[in-house]
């Protein structure tokens, strides 16, 4: 029996999307959509848990360890998922007012809303707490962690986080595609599909560009501080970047990112701390991604875009990033909840959301490894001019 990868169910599910709501009668259609009101309540529901799950034990994880060594890693980190946040929405406002021209859900109707069909019922499942009160419990309780010495409630919320895991990777991932078939059978019927294909096509491109504009930045960084051609820099971890493709995931691409680190130069004992931790902590390839997707969906929803809005949503995005969870499509299911709040998301742009990030989630994974060599160079070469500093 033939399994198919994530990837290549999402984009069966959009072709059966659309087919369906080019051809099903209505009543069938309103199935999909019924099925698509219960299970985004479930997920607004399941939301603020996973804001907790993974941002507080994340912070508590990052708060001990191998201090001054730890910190100037997961600064470069931050750091670096800043600049690629920056990145996208410089890429964005530059070029979707060109290539997105004409992309647009509003105009014709005052509210593309009224375009969509109704679920036959409606089920509220409320959610335990708003997002917002989640980000904050969870940013207090990650940084009270990180202050104490005491491992019990630390260790609680890695069991806590394990179970939202399994959630995310059992149930929510499993069930998405059929949650994407719903949201394009809906928007075919509703005649949006040719613009949310047309959106999808020239943003996944710009996105991939994007990717190695970002590695080419952080490897001439990396090669200028440490005298070395960043292009050959680059080439050797391409290993990584490819086997990052398939896996699509940074944690089951270690061994040969590690592998390819050392023989980028990297020393050893550097190498072998910063690769593990990068891999769960950089995230500027995902980063790229959901800035680039969401600031798609808010120019063809006609919603303000300005640095205002979206600089703030990057610097609190950086920190989630640093704690999403390392499952397929957990980075955007930690900025979920962030959409919602900040940019202003209902459950339709949110769906959206999710189907353009899956649909290139391995590229990102493979831009988020690649760069974690560059910044173990970084790292290597810092620490080596300062042993004492960092021993």
């Known amino acids: 029996m033939i399994k198919l990868g994530l990837l290549p169910r999402i984009i069966l599910a959009i072709i059966l999307g659309i087919t369906v709501g080019s051809f099903a009668p209505q009543w069938f259609i309103k199935i999909f959509v019924t099925f698509n009101e219960i299970f985004g309540n479930f997920l607004g529901f399941a939301i603020p848990l996973i804001i907790i799950a993974f941002i507080a034990p994340g912070i508590g994880e990052i708060g001990k360890g191998a201090?001054?060594?730890?910190?100037?890693?997961?600064?470069?980190a931050y750091f670096s998922t800043l600049v690629a946040g920056m990145l996208a929405y410089l890429a964005a406002i530059t070029l979707y007012p060109v290539i997105l021209k004409n992309a647009s859900l509003t105009g014709a109707m005052e509210n593309p809303e009224e375009a969509l069909l109704h679920p036959f019922?409606?089920?509220?499942?409320?959610?335990?707490?708003?997002?917002?009160?989640?980000?904050?419990?969870?940013?207090?309780?990650g940084l009270g962690?990180?202050?104490?010495?005491?491992?019990?409630?630390?260790?609680?919320?890695?069991?806590?986080?394990?179970?939202?895991?399994?959630?995310?990777?059992?149930?929510i991932i499993p069930i998405l595609p059929f949650h994407i078939l719903g949201i394009f059978a809906n928007m075919t019927y509703g005649g949006q599909v040719q613009t949310i294909i047309s959106v999808f096509a020239k943003v996944f491109v710009l996105i991939i560009l994007l990717h190695f504009t970002m590695l080419l930045l952080q490897f001439s960084a990396s090669g200028a501080l440490s005298k070395r051609n960043p292009l050959e820099m680059l080439r050797a971890m391409m290993a990584a970047y490819?086997?990052?493709?398939?896996?699509?995931?940074?944690?089951?691409?270690?061994?040969?990112?590690?592998?390819?680190?050392?023989?980028?130069?990297?020393?050893?004992?550097?190498?072998?701390?910063?690769?593990?931790?990068?891999?769960?902590?950089?995230?500027?390839?995902?980063?790229i991604t959901i800035v680039s997707c969401a600031m798609a969906i808010m120019f063809i929803n006609g919603m303000n875009y300005s640095l205002f809005i979206v600089f703030p949503f990057i610097i609190v995005l950086g920190v989630t990033m640093i704690a999403a969870p390392g499952v397929p499509g957990g980075a955007v299911m930690a900025a979920i909840g962030l959409l919602q709040t900040m940019l202003e998301f209902d459950a339709t742009m949110v769906s959206l959301m999710i189907a353009l990030y899956l649909a290139q989630d391995s590229f990102g994974t493979a831009c988020n490894v690649t760069g974690d060599g560059a910044i173990a160079n970084v790292v290597d070469k810092i620490t080596n001019k300062d042993k004492a500093q960092y021993l």
């Not at 005491?150 to 959630?167: A, H, Q, T, W």
């Not at 493709?245 to 990297?266: D, E, F, H």
Request: glycine share 6%; aromatic share 6%.
């Open 67 to 76: 201090g001054k060594l730890l910190g100037l890693t997961t600064s470069l």
């Open 121 to 141: 019922i409606e089920l509220e499942i409320p959610a335990p707490f708003d997002v917002m009160t989640a980000l904050i419990l969870a940013f207090m309780l």
């Open 145 to 171: 962690m990180a202050a104490i010495k005491g491992d019990v409630l630390k260790n609680g919320f890695i069991e806590f986080r394990s179970i939202v895991e399994l959630v995310i990777s059992k149930i």
């Open 242 to 287: 490819f086997t990052a493709l398939g896996t699509q995931s940074s944690a089951s691409t270690i061994p040969v990112t590690l592998q390819r680190t050392k023989i980028m130069g990297v020393r050893e004992k550097t190498a072998d701390f910063t690769v593990p931790l990068l891999a769960n902590i950089h995230l500027s390839g995902s980063t």
